[in-house]
Structure formats: structure tokens, C-alpha cells
């Protein structure tokens, strides 16, 4: 009677593993970065909801900033803050920073690298987009629309991303 695994029995269950590693590993990557994108966009849309409130709640027009991001957009150690002033961000009211936003590709399509939020209704006086990809040639995200019509701030995908969210 013999203990233990003879060797064709091991090659098939290392064959077995290796198999089953080649099919999960390259989808859990995919998974971690999505979650890593969505969980991005999120963060940087309850912060600009955030900025609606305070305008309203100081009676004081505040401004949403992007800092270090890249012209044309991209991947770099970027981050969000909010002042109370269009130009001097030196002591932000609030920050959003992160190591893990180095890895996602960030563009914002607004004619300044700033939103202004009013101070009596909470609008966001500056219409554009700000996008968050896995990376520059990837086709789906999630994208954070503003308008100026509506004052509104709204969480879209793009590329069948997330079902759960409207299409921008």
C-alpha cells in the first residue's frame, strides 16, 4: 500500500492548476482594474456632490480643481481638491489623492483644468466631461458629466462598462 502521489498523478494535477491559472488570472486582472476605475470615478463624483453642498451651505462660490494632470490627459500622480478661490489652491477645503490613481488614464475635456460651483444653487458653471480609463486605447469607462444648463453633475459609462450606470 503506498502513501502519497506517484509522479504521473502530480503532473496531471500541476497540468490541471496551470490550466485553471491561464483562465482566472488575466480575468481577475480585468476585474481589479474595472473596480479600480469605477471606485475612482465615484470617489471624484461624491466629491464634486460634496462641493455642490458646501457652495450652497458657506453661501461662497468654491472651485473643483485638477492638479497635476497631464495636457491631453493621462496617467500621472494627479488629484483633486476643492478652494475657495479660482487660482490659489495652496490650502485646499477639501483633497482627494491616491497612489492607485497612477494606474488609471484621467482626461478632462473642460476649458480649464477647474469647475466653478455657484453659491446659491450649488451649479457647476463649467459643461464637460472628465473620463476614467484602464488605459489610453481602452474604449470603455466611466465619465463624469457636468452641465451648465441644469447645474447638473451626473456618473455616465461608455463601452458597455457598467450596466448599472446611464450611458454619456
Known amino acids: 500500500m503506498s502513501r502519497g502521489f506517484s509522479m504521473i498523478e502530480f503532473g496531471i494535477l ?22 479600480l476605475v469605477k471606485r475612482t470615478s465615484e470617489q471624484v463624483f461624491n466629491l464634486m456632490i460634496q462641493t455642490k453642498s458646501e457652495a450652497v451651505l458657506r453661501g461662497q462660490d468654491l472651485w473643483f480643481h485638477i492638479d497635476n494632470l497631464p495636457n491631453g490627459g493621462g496617467q500621472s500622480r494627479w488629484r483633486a481638491l476643492v478652494s475657495t478661490s ?10 482627494l489623492a491616491d497612489q492607485s490613481f497612477v ?12 469647475i466653478k460651483f455657484d453659491r446659491l444653487t450649488g451649479a457647476a458653471l463649467s459643461a464637460g466631461t472628465m473620463t476614467f480609463k484602464q488605459s489610453a486605447q481602452n474604449s470603455q469607462g466611466v465619465g463624469i458629466k457636468t452641465s451648465t444648463g ?13 450596466p448599472l450606470l446611464g450611458e454619456c
Not at 18 to 23: A, E, P, V
Request: net charge negative.
Open 150 to 162: 441644469s447645474g447638473r453633475v451626473v456618473l455616465c459609462q461608455f463601452g458597455d462598462f457598467d
Open 14 to 35: 500541476l497540468a490541471v492548476v496551470t490550466l485553471l491559472m491561464s483562465i482566472f488570472v488575466p480575468s481577475y486582472w480585468t476585474m481589479s482594474n474595472k473596480f
Open 103 to 114: 494606474d488609471l488614464y484621467v482626461d478632462m475635456n473642460h476649458s480649464s483644468m477647474q
Open 86 to 95: 479660482k487660482s490659489d489652491f495652496s490650502d485646499p477645503l477639501f483633497e
